[in-house]
């Protein structure tokens, strides 16, 4: 732990329904990348620890430790990844000295207005799940209204009184995480709501996740927003070997693990182009996250019930009966 002068460090963990915003918001208070970003709902799969060098309004220090935490949803019970997920979420805000609740703004204006998509639906019905989970957990949370860069301006303070006659929240922010606005604000409270002490991790590092579980989030980021369309969700990718090499590179094998033959082909591409252009974009991604060379394998295999494999939970950080 480093010592600075009246310093403050914490946990602060970052809940919402699914596609809120979460991992955009993350990032941008961090001020790199350090969670994976796609256009799937529920993409984040476990708690990733990121760690933010913020500043108290009157410039004093405060590492905030950001659990971006899995969407939090309504389950099927018989999915056990779903509730695996929704369980690590919960556990990260329960561990934290403050929660921020990240909305998606629009999505509520829209299903509030009676314009909604099945997917708003969904985005409020979720939302709604995660204020009865803060009510019972009674400690006061920061709310996010995210994406207010898509709401007109006279829509904004009605929006706010809505959510402050809840009385769930201490403090409510407005901002939109993708072009940064009122995340200055936010980082500013953040760093205020933490208690005194010292850090908690060194002050150049950006994130806490295991290199190996770092790179295949690299690697099925990029496997998303290549075949977002195409590819179902229940798809995954295990960093199989990571070997230094002399000359100071890293050659990394992973496999990128779907549910049925039929999908193989459509991650392999025609002669191969797809999984070349995935391989392509996440070896840039990591020789920049690393600082140098990497060399790197994928091999795509089927594995139907990879959900019900006790390893892949504990290779993810997810519990496997709850």
Known sequence: MTQLPNSRAG????????????STLTNA???????????????????????????????LPSQVVLIDTPGIFSPNESDRLAKSM??????????SQLVVHVVDA?????????????????SVDDTKSVQSGL??????????????DEIPHDELLPLIAVFSEMEIYAEIFMTSATNGEGVETLSTALAEAMPEGPLLYPIDQAADIPSRLMAAEITREKLFLRLHDELPYMSMVETESWKELKSGDVRIQQVIYVRRNSQKPIVLGKNGKTIKDIGAASRKDMKDWLGRNVHLFLFVKVRENWREDKARYSGMGLEFDV
């Open 106 to 122: 629009p999505a509520w204006l829209r299903q509030e207005a009676g314009d909604g998509s099945a997917q708003d639906r969904l």
């Open 86 to 95: 929704v369980h690590a979420a919960w556990t990260g805000a329960n561990d």
């Open 135 to 148: 009510k019972k957990r009674k400690s006061k949370a920061f709310l996010v209204l995210n994406k207010v």
């Open 29 to 59: 208070l961090v001020g790199e990348k350090v969670s994976i970003v796609t256009h799937k709902v529920q993409t984040t799969r476990f708690q990733i620890r990121a760690i933010a060098m913020l500043e108290t309004a009157d410039g």
């Open 11 to 22: 946990f602060a963990a970052i809940v919402g329904a699914p596609n809120a915003g979460k």
